[in-house]
């Protein structure tokens, strides 16, 4: 009797524990098994943009919003192979859920003398639910990210990627490695995802086209540095990092360095007129120049008046006369602008990729070297460094930082204070004059391609010999470019466009210039772009006003008072050509 009491107890105690009224498991008993809930992190709730709860590293957005980078929850599963007893029945049961696990290599871990085995790694968490209702002793998960990029391509080298730690390990995943995983903020970039998608898509269109080898473009706010759109083709899906070729991975806007050719004009015009070296009415002469065994010359096909005023220097880009306004500036005031316009250094810019320029030593920059420089050449720059400059020339002259992080607008209007600006380093009415010469370059110069109706837009072209791979020029392979601001009445935004060895077609004649392929894919961009940053085409009518409040003549005349202009027989760079002619002796070849 005693014994069948206290059986009944027992009974009766375990009908109440497992049946009537079972007491809920401790969280230590299940921790290991059963994911946790989540719940929100009022942190990232905070800001504005895409979250995700409980993830360690914070989401990247575009300026508007888009997500372009994300951490989306996984699970790694993982085994004590000595709790596991019967491993080829595990190894099947799990591929069960896992389609793609190899049951063999299973099998073989879980027989392993260890206490710890990964079976497989980013796994949804429907999988881990699934797995764990098996009831298998021995398996367990671990909480994990994976980073994913919705967008794919579009800006794929901007966001670079991160390893299977979930570090950065290039581009914006590097740069901002440490705040990403410290705020859970969205970091917002001043990219512009519709006008990133756009211009890649018109980059691409033109890259095909003519067959070149790659391309670049970037388009920037000429008053804030915010980079809305930074291509470089070949690319790759942000997602696909790991696989990527070299040359997809290689940004071209910030770690290639391409001589910038006629480009690099612009910049020659802009210190001449700063330093009061040459005015517009100024004229240079268009004969080549030889130096020892080099000529200076333009195109056979160009053909020129002798001598001519800066703004037809600019109009149609000849090489000659811009290398006399670059001895007229002498040696050391140009290096001296060059290196206060940042061409002689690293362009800064929140990717660790950017690369530095390739440019002479000081004690190696001599009055050839002043000449070449002058028309872009002898020095290799980023397509960054180039628009960056011509931003300078059509903002009023401040020289502005590129960012890559989206500043803050009141009523759509930038709002920056006189010391963010960055250096003034030229006039406002320089840059007046310099927005109205690249202007002219479009109207009526070699630029005549680049115009987009309605759009104002002013810029300059730039053809350049590509070096080979074992050094000096390959003939007949360009690097073509186009830089340029729009609208030159109250520029806004600067556009930089490059094709790497670009081929000619029936509708180029066979040429390769910039004038024939840069300058079409600069308005198509722009055309096509303009009306996403809220600007749209002026009716004729008002542009035509606007035209004409911009228009200079191709050979503005002296102004009364003004003795002893620039030109034949009054030319201090005329002189130094004929005195290094003379000491490098009369043989000349080209």
């Known amino acids: 009797m005693g014994f069948l009491f206290l059986y009944g107890g027992v009974a009766i105690k375990a009908l109440f524990a497992t049946i009537l009224a079972p007491m809920a498991p401790l969280p230590n008993q299940i921790g290991s098994s059963i994911p946790e809930i989540p719940h929100p992190d009022p942190r990232a709730m905070a800001g504005n943009g895409f979250v995700l709860p409980n993830i360690r590293r914070a989401s990247i957005m575009d300026r508007n919003g888009q997500p372009l980078a994300l951490s989306l929850p996984v699970v790694q599963v993982y085994a004590n192979p000595m709790e596991i007893i019967e491993p080829e029945d595990v190894a099947k049961k799990l591929r069960t859920i896992l389609p793609t696990l190899n049951v063999a290599e299973t099998v073989r871990r879980l027989k392993q003398k260890k206490q710890f085995v990964y079976l497989a790694r980013n796994i ?32 794929a080298q901007i966001l670079g990627s991160v390893d299977i730690d979930n570090k950065g390990i290039a581009g914006v995943e590097k740069f901002f490695n440490q705040r990403l995983m410290q705020d859970h903020t969205p970091l917002r970039l001043s990219i512009d995802a519709r006008v990133q998608a756009a211009v890649r898509d018109e980059l691409n269109e033109a890259k095909n086209l003519f067959r070149a080898i790659g391309a670049s473009a970037i388009l920037m706010d000429v008053h804030t540095g915010e980079i809305l759109a930074m291509v470089s083709l070949p690319d790759y899906d942000a997602n696909n990092f790991a696989h990527a070729a070299d040359d997809a991975r290689f940004n071209r806007a910030v770690t290639g360095m391409y001589e910038p050719g006629s480009t690099f004009k612009l910049q020659t015009a802009a210190m001449a007129l700063q330093l009061k070296v040459a005015h517009p009415w100024d004229q240079f002469s268009t004969t080549p120049i030889h130096v020892g065994r080099f000529t200076i010359s333009d195109l056979k096909t160009d053909h020129f008046a002798p001598w001519l005023a800066l703004p037809s220097v600019m109009a149609y880009s000849s090489n000659p006369a811009s290398a006399h306004i670059a001895l007229d500036v002498g040696r050391e005031r140009q290096h001296d602008w060059l290196k206060n316009m940042g061409f002689l250094d690293r362009v800064p810019v929140e990717l660790p990729e950017a690369g530095r320029p390739l440019v002479p030593s000081i004690k190696n920059w001599g009055e050839t070297t002043v000449m070449t420089v002058g028309f872009g050449h002898g020095v290799a720059e980023s397509p960054l460094a180039i628009v960056r400059g011509t931003a300078c020339t059509g903002n009023g002259g401040y020289l502005v930082t590129p960012t890559l992080l989206a500043r803050e607008h009141l009523n759509d209007d930038v709002v920056m204070a006189e010391d963010q600006k960055g250096p003034h380093l030229i006039s ?163």
């Open 124 to 155: 949804a968490p429907v999988d881990e639910l699934a797995i764990n209702n098996l009831g298998i002793p021995g398996l367990y998960f671990e909480n994990g990210e994976q980073r994913h990029y919705p967008l794919g391509n579009v800006a």
């Open 428 to 590: 406002t009415e320089n840059s007046n004059l310099l927005r109205r010469i690249l202007r002219l370059v479009v109207t009526k110069g070699i630029g005549k391609k680049a115009e987009s109706p309605g759009y104002l837009v002013g810029g300059k072209t730039g053809t350049a010999e590509k070096i080979g791979a074992h050094g000096g020029y390959l003939k007949h392979v360009n690097i073509t470019a186009f830089t340029g601001m729009f609208p030159m009445n109250d520029p806004k935004y600067a556009l930089y466009v490059m094709l790497d060895a670009p081929q000619g077609t029936a509708e180029t004649h066979g040429w390769t210039t910039a004038g024939w392929i840069a300058a079409p894919t600069f308005s198509r961009i722009v055309t096509r772009t303009a009306p996403m940053l809220g600007l749209f085409p002026l009716d004729a009518a008002r542009a035509q006003q606007l035209d004409d409040q911009l228009a200079l003549p191709l050979t503005p005349s002296v102004p009364p008072g003004v003795r002893h202009p620039l030109g034949p027989g009054n030319d201090p760079g005329a002189v130094t050509v004929n005195r290094l002619a003379a000491r490098h002796g009369a043989h000349h070849t080209h």
